[in-house]
């Protein structure tokens, strides 16, 4: 195990161009690039951040020099960067185009000067050479209060396929995001929440072939077509992309589902899914397990600076507030300069914050 190497500072990865690349369309392909930076003992790799480029179109030879960030928190080990080359297709399975990665021992990895470094494009499962050549840079630099989080928002009315499984009277417009998020896996470790068996609408849901399959066509009908994509860098980017949290004039309430690499939510009074009583089932795409769940909302502190409160209110999946912590620190991490109160929904504290949000919602609604 190599222990002689504490990581800290950001990690800045720029994913910069591709040449010769294999043809899998008709005369070219539509390449894009998924990066993925583990965490390694000997043969043991955690995940601790995930990113994917733009798809550049009919080119064999794509450009796009797309830099992304992660503060590093690693006590030890050694970081490997994993890059998968795939080909776009709209109507078929995205074709593979080869992959390569990046070793770094310790902190005094030579390359971690921010160089141009080539490297030949690999088989899937084999070391074996497949046409092109990547191009890339590793840079480690001072901490900062600074991460790279790609989202996407969603926006939709509850018609079609919403209203068969909705008892909404009326056509309503929401949003779900799903923003990516950084060291789940390395900070929850073996930690994932089972839907819970002792709850009788997750029964209903988990236990229904036919009500599983129609929420599954709701995840992808609700988390297809985005209608905004962008990078947060910070807790301050995501209260804007949130209007902190004030939606239609009134505080709100986000309903959300934390996987292994992205938290999926939504307002949680909207007006969809009411049926079945789970946007927890219905965000985690009914996942038997989730590495957390619950609801979230924004409050002032004394210094009248925003926080972030958020807890494990969910039946469907009734995670274990022993848990929390975990859940804080996930979310310090990629919200840097937010502070963040995780909070078991029966501490009586969360009742009085729901509380005044009534009161807000009441005297918003009455003017």
């Keep these: 195990m190599i222990v002689d190497s504490e990581w800290s500072g950001q990690l800045e990865i720029n994913i910069k161009s591709a040449h010769g690349v294999k043809v899998a369309d008709i005369a070219s392909s539509d390449p894009y690039v998924v990066c993925v930076v583990y965490n390694k003992f000997d ?10 480029t733009e798809v550049k179109k009919y080119t064999v030879n794509p450009k796009w020099d797309e830099s992304f960030e992660i503060p590093l928190h690693l006590s030890g080990g050694s970081i490997v960067v994993d890059f998968d080359l795939w ?31 080539e490297e030949k494009l690999l088989e899937r499962d084999r ?4 046409k092109g050549k990547l191009i890339f840079s590793v840079k480690l630099k001072p901490v900062a209060p600074r991460t790279t989080n790609q989202y996407k928002v969603y926006n ?3 018609t079609g396929l919403a209203r068969a499984v909705s008892s909404a009277s009326g056509p309503r417009c929401y949003n779900t995001y799903k923003i990516w998020i950084h060291y789940v896996p390395l900070i929850f470790g073996e930690t994932k929440q089972h839907w819970n068996v002792n709850y ?9 072939a036919v009500i599983k399959n ?13 209608s905004k994509a962008g990078v947060i860098y910070n807790g301050e980017d995501f209260l804007n992309l949130l209007h902190y949290g004030i939606l239609g004039g009134c505080p709100r309430f986000f309903t959300y589902a934390l996987m292994d690499n992205a938290m999926f939510f939504s307002e949680t009074g909207a007006d969809f899914f009411s049926d079945f009583t789970s946007k927890h089932a219905m965000h985690s795409n009914v996942s038997e397990e989730v ?21 494990n209110n969910s039946g469907t999946f009734g995670p274990n507030p022993d848990d929390l912590d975990k859940l804080k620190r996930v979310m310090e991490y ?3 300069g937010l502070e963040v109160e995780a909070i078991s929904y029966k501490d009586p504290k969360l009742k009085e914050y729901k509380d005044e949000f009534d009161q807000l919602k009441k005297a918003s609604n009455s003017s």
Aim: net charge negative; hydrophobic share 30%; glycine share 6%.
């Design 43 to 52: 043969d043991r790799k955690v995940q601790i951040a995930f990113y994917k």
């Design 87 to 117: 080909d776009s297709d709209v109507a078929m399975k995205d074709d593979y185009l080869g992959r390569c990665e990046c070793n770094l021992e310790n902190k005094n990895d030579k390359v971690l000067d921010g160089r141009d470094i």
């Design 127 to 130: 070391n074996e050479g497949i």
């Design 156 to 158: 939709h009315k509850a």
């Design 200 to 208: 009788d609408a997750a029964q209903k849901i988990f236990g229904n």
């Design 214 to 226: 129609t929420i599954q066509m709701q995840h992808s009908n609700l988390y297809s077509n985005h």
């Design 291 to 311: 590495r957390y769940a619950g609801e979230f909302h924004f409050r002032k502190n004394e210094a009248d600076k925003y926080r972030l409160v958020i807890d």
């Design 334 to 336: 990629n919200l840097p």
